[in-house]
């Protein structure tokens, strides 16, 4: 059941709705409402990168990347839910001298918080990345505490610790307006009906610019259509007659 009246609504049940809940509800709001027309996680989130380099090139991020970085770190300690979070470390390389100051505002970073990172030639990169061949590099760096996380399961996590604070999840919900008074937010209309609120979170990912849009806001986010490969080791010794090889991802395999 929808509830009539919210003190905080979250339109987005994906990674950030249902960060933006558990961080709301930890902080101490109650009566926090968060609605998605499908299932938790079912729009853009699962197709995220998942990558969490938290070094930035520019300083005054570096306060609330770190606070990223530490927080997936520590992601069971803070909700209560395990999460697939995995840190072998990233590379990143520069190609021209324009991209070298980037790189080096990276370990002024890492030095600022005296983590490890480490320059390396072409050859060493090579032989952590095989297939990585980058002679012409002008520089790269190593960043051992870079990972990436399954988005899925952070959203799936966050909204489990979210609800054990007493936060409502209405998933298969649509939304279909906010009624502005004023300005002013009056109630979220929702296909099982309307909800009183003053504030609302908007953070329907890919859709969150057209929903805006009707309430008149511009909202410079635009979604970009990406495509994803995924591969899988070839089978030795099963394939065609003809000796061709046998490939167990679909939409990958050699002509």
Not at 63 to 87: H, K, L, N, S, V
Not at 125 to 152: Q, W
Not at 195 to 218: D, K, M
């Amino acid at each position: 059941m929808v509830p009539s009246e919210a003190q905080i609504v979250i339109i987005g049940g994906g990674v950030l709705g249902t960060s933006a809940a558990f961080q709301l509800a930890a902080a101490g709001h109650q009566s926090i409402v968060l609605l998605d027309r499908g299932p938790i996680a079912g729009g853009t989130t699962p197709f995220a990168a998942g990558q969490t380099a938290y070094l930035p090139a520019h300083k005054h991020l570096l306060p609330f990347t770190t606070y990223c970085i530490e927080f997936f770190e520590r992601f069971a300690e803070f909700t209560g839910y395990a999460i697939d979070f995995r840190q072998p470390g990233s590379i990143r390389v520069v190609l021209t001298e324009r991209h070298l100051e980037g790189l080096e505002a990276r370990v002024d970073a890492a030095r600022s918080l005296h983590d490890t990172i480490e320059w390396l030639t072409p050859q060493q990169a090579k032989s952590l990345v095989p297939a990585l061949e980058v002679p012409e590099a002008k520089g790269i760096l190593f960043m051992p505490r870079d990972g990436y996380v399954e988005p899925r399961s952070v959203a799936a996590a966050y909204a489990a610790a979210a609800r054990d604070r007493g936060v409502t999840i209405c998933t298969r919900t649509p939304v279909t307006g906010v009624e502005l008074i004023d300005g002013a937010v009056r109630t979220v209309q929702t296909a099982a009906g309307a909800i009183r609120t003053q504030w609302v979170v908007v953070a329907a990912g890919a859709w969150t610019r057209q929903f805006c849009q009707h309430l008149g806001l511009n909202v410079r986010t635009v979604p970009v259509r990406h495509q994803a490969f995924v591969t899988a080791p070839l089978v030795r010794g099963v394939g065609h007659a003809a000796g061709g090889a046998h490939c167990r991802a679909p939409g990958v395999c050699p002509a």
